[in-house]
């Protein structure tokens, strides 16, 4: 089969399909430079173009085997991730075959539930599992009713328009009769609940924003706010053809535009483009905005006509930052002692910003901590001060650097996707709250101002995530997941989730089906073609949820009759016509397939956020309740919640530098990994290279790890009250003094499995990280607000077992 490559075809408005690729072809032979296991000569080579998370790839084919992994020539900057799909594919960490825990297996659902993750496993046919599969969720239906099965199932999984595994089981169980699923995400979770109060909807974060084009040609200075946005712009969700971040920081930097990344972690974009660094401590990024705020204030630099025309409640707001009712004012000088920054480098940085076209770039990671919906609200206050706003290359966003595609121009064009169907249980859980709803059924919690009640749940179905990795605590959720009395998941991979299964299902990799990967965030649609047959007994999430609900009678309204590519043609055929509405003409979908990818035209370059409104509010007013931007919020403050006031605030985080305490002097940052996507691709080659003696890698200042001889390189434990973990050691002044980092996805590894408390050998910062929400308001994860203790590690160290399958696999 031919890698997509082709003549170029113009649409009316001159989409390019398959333009790139007949370079392509010549790059494939010039490109060594992301290559995985050279071919072996003999057998013919098979060269397939397809799509993924990290981009778009051709991967050659030889004796049925995945031999090497070429990025494709339309990507200005491809991932060096995507050589890690061979050995993902084809390594032993594969799921080769239905299985079924031993203790479930022989004393039925709710049999020593503490042995999950302990227990061997018991391979079975795909008959007997999808009977025990049916049965169990009749069973449970039966006894329970449908409010007993929670089918949230959060998890990226794999890119694509058909093969999205949490939608598949949305569709599956609502079909079944309902279950309890989630909303809210753990990546901007406190965020998406905030904006709409404030801003009337969350297009600060999916875009569009302000585009790079705008802000290369009338930025003058760019303030990244948590700012990291090399290793997060590598991957797009639901796939891309292109990777735009890098370049466009790239042209950015060597436009002399000035970035100030503020972190207490410096970033590679920070080091190899020079970008200006203040590191404050973590969590105090809320004190810093509203100081910068008060200082625009009070040098007589804010626009108070933007405030005027634009926004309702700036004079509650600034009164609370000039002390009003609690006598404390916000300003420079009281910032610096929370953030540890220079009072004079606060005043200056306002300065900076009201004497230019000012961009505040604020990441995701910010409100992933307690109260983390105020820096993102002081975010917008600060952007509303200034009152660039609506101007080119000015204003703020929420998503620059933190994922790929954000800022490029947005294509109107979407291709529509599988579905999943309406539920009749209406219980939605904060995602970020599993552990509470698993510990605590009865419990009512508060939630964006309405009340949820937590229901009992005996059977959790998951397909495309890995709780064992995303969620926080992960010692109270291994007492959580001993709560149900089954548990049933769909792997590729023996992930720490799927050990802690009791009916596990071998799914297929994206490279074992086909697919249609398309997002807003790119202008490629690309042909997710199969590069190999299903490794072992494998099948697609589709096909199990298919076989499925054939079984349990309904089949018909779950694949409505319709194989892969009839549904692949389906979603082709919808977005072809939608696409004709805008003027642009899609080839037909034979065509599409055979040529592989197809490049749609590009968006408005000089888009910027919030243009109209800032022109004329009256005419173009938000969906906030005052049709303005909202400092003060009636609404939130109408909730009445401690820990989110009606306007942004400092609030003083649970954890902090402010009040360490000596057995958890330092503050653990988790961030997003370099070398895989959350825990996707621990399994490879490139996360295991970066590893030091085979532990995930903590950043630690000279002094701290001076205070505790460590040296670099050596395997150190990271321990609070919560947990433990060992990691290998990196001396870096790339990380504030009093700070680590310990980046997420490190497969958990206990060292006693099924025990809460057993040491983790391999250095997954969530057995260290607190399960608490938020606020009331978003109840977000709070990964980020973690104070730990590092120690040397006396003696020999237990070798890491996290990539061995389980017994009786
Ligand atoms: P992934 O590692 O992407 O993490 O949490 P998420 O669960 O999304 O897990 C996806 C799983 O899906 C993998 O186990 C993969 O093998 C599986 N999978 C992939 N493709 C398929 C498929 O086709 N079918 C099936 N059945 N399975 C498939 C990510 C979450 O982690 C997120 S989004 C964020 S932002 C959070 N970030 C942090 C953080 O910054 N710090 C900490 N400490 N913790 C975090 N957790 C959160």
């Not at 993750?117 to 449970?140: Q, Y």
């Not at 204003?395 to 800022?407: A, C, P, Q, R, V």
């Not at 605590?440 to 890995?466: Q, S």
């Amino acid at each position: 089969m031919a890698a997509g490559f082709v003549t170029a075809a113009l649409g009316r408005r001159g989409f390019l399909m398959g333009a790139t690729a007949l370079a392509g072809l010549s790059m494939l032979n010039g490109r060594p430079g992301i290559a995985s296991a050279q071919a072996t000569a003999g057998a013919p080579v098979t060269e397939v173009q397809t799509g993924s998370h990290w981009g778009t790839f051709t991967a050659r084919v030889r004796d049925g085997r995945i031999v090497r992994i070429v990025p494709a020539s339309m990507d200005p900057a491809p991932t060096p991730m995507i050589r890690n799909f061979p050995e993902l594919v084809h390594g032993r960490t594969r799921i080769h075959r239905p299985m079924v825990r031993q203790s479930w297996l022989q004393g039925g659902p709710g049999a020593a539930t503490d042995r999950r993750g302990a227990d061997p496993f018991v391979p079975v046919s795909w008959d007997e599992a999808l009977d025990l599969v049916a049965g169990e969720l009749t069973r449970v239906r039966e006894t329970y009713g449908n409010q007993a099965i929670f089918g949230g199932s959060y998890g990226w999984g794999s890119a694509g328009r058909l093969h999205l595994a949490g939608t598949l089981t949305n569709r599956f169980l609502a079909g079944f009769g309902g279950y309890v699923g989630s909303e809210t995400n753990y990546s901007y979770g406190a965020g998406m609940v905030l904006l709409p109060h404030v801003l009337g909807g969350n297009q600060a974060i999916g875009g569009p924003v302000t585009t790079w084009h705008s802000i290369m040609a009338h930025t003058g200075l760019i303030v990244m706010v948590g700012g990291a946005a090399f290793k997060n712009g590598q991957i797009t969700f639901g796939g891309m053809g292109e990777h735009t971040t890098k370049p466009w920081l790239n042209r950015i930097a060597a436009a002399g535009v000035p970035v100030v990344s503020i972190n207490p972690v410096a970033e590679d974009e920070t080091i190899e483009l020079g970008f200006e660094w203040l590191a404050p401590r973590p969590g105090t990024d809320a004190a810093l905005l509203l100081a910068l705020t008060q200082t625009l204030v009070e040098e007589g630099l804010a626009d108070r006509d933007f405030l005027d025309r634009c926004t309702v409640g700036a004079d509650r707001v600034l009164a609370y930052l000039a002390g009003e009712g609690d006598g404390v004012v916000k300003d420079a000088a009281w910032a610096g002692e929370i953030t540890g920054l220079p009072a004079e480098t606060i005043r200056a940085l306002a300065r900076r910003m009201a004497g230019t076209r000012t961009m505040i770039m604020t990441s995701w990671s910010l409100q992933r901590a307690d109260h983390g919906e105020q820096p993102w609200w002081a975010t917008v206050l600060l952007a509303s001060a200034l009152g660039q706003i609506g101007l080119p290359g000015g204003g703020f966003g929420f998503s620059y650097t933190s994922t790929n595609g954000i800022g490029a121009p947005r294509a109107e064009i979407s291709i529509p996707g599988m579905t999943s169907g309406r539920n009749p249980v209406d219980i939605d859980i904060p995602v970020a709250r599993i552990a509470d709803l698993l510990l605590e059924p009865g419990a009512t919690i508060p939630f964006n101002g309405r009340e949820v009640t937590f229901p009992d749940i005996k059977l959790i179905y998951w397909a495309g995530g890995n709780p064992f990795h995303h969620h926080q605590d992960l010692n109270r959720l291994v007492r959580a997941w001993q709560v149900p009395e089954t548990v049933i998941v769909h792997e590729p991979w023996w992930t720490p989730t799927a050990r802690r299964a009791d009916i596990v299902l071998p799914a297929t990799t994206t490279l074992e089906r086909n697919d249609i990967s398309a997002s807003a965030r790119d202008r490629w649609i690309i042909a997710m073609k199969q590069v190999v047959p299903p490794i072992a007994e494998a099948r697609s999430d589709f096909e199990i949820f298919s076989a499925l609900a054939d079984r349990l009678g309904f089949g018909e309204d779950y694949h409505e009759g319709k194989d892969e590519m009839t549904w692949l043609r389906d979603f082709w055929d919808r977005g072809r016509e939608r696409a004709a509405r805008y003027d642009v003409a899609l080839p037909e979908f034979d065509a599409f397939w055979e040529e592989g990818q197809v490049q749609l035209p590009e968006g408005d370059c000089d888009f910027v956020f919030l243009r109209d409104f800032r022109i004329d509010p009256e005419r173009f007013p938000l969906r906030t309740p005052s049709g303005r931007i909202e400092l003060f919020s009636e609404t939130i403050a109408g909730f009445g919640y401690d820990d989110c006031p009606g306007h942004p605030a400092w609030l003083e985080p649970a954890e902090w530098l402010g009040n360490a305490k000596d057995e958890a002097p330092l503050h653990m940052i988790s961030s997003h990994p370099q070398h895989r996507l959350h825990s996707q691709m621990d399994n490879g080659p490139g996360a295991a290279e970066a590893k030091i003696q085979g532990r995930e890698p903590c950043w630690v200042n000279p002094e701290d790890a001076a205070a505790r001889g460590i040296a670099d390189g050596e395997v150190a434990r990271l321990v609070n009250a919560r947990g433990a973990c060992l990691v290998g050691i990196r001396v870096t002044d790339r990380v504030r003094p009093g700070v680590v980092m310990l980046a997420e996805g490190a497969w958990y590894d206990p060292d006693r499995p099924g025990e809460p408390g057993a040491l983790d050998k391999h250095g997954n910062p969530n057995v260290l990280t607190r399960d608490v929400g938020t606020s009331a308001l978003g109840q977000g994860c709070t990964a980020q607000t973690t104070m730990v203790q590092l120690v040397k590690a006396d003696g020999p160290v237990p070798t890491v077992t996290a990539f061995d399958p389980p017994a009786g696999a």
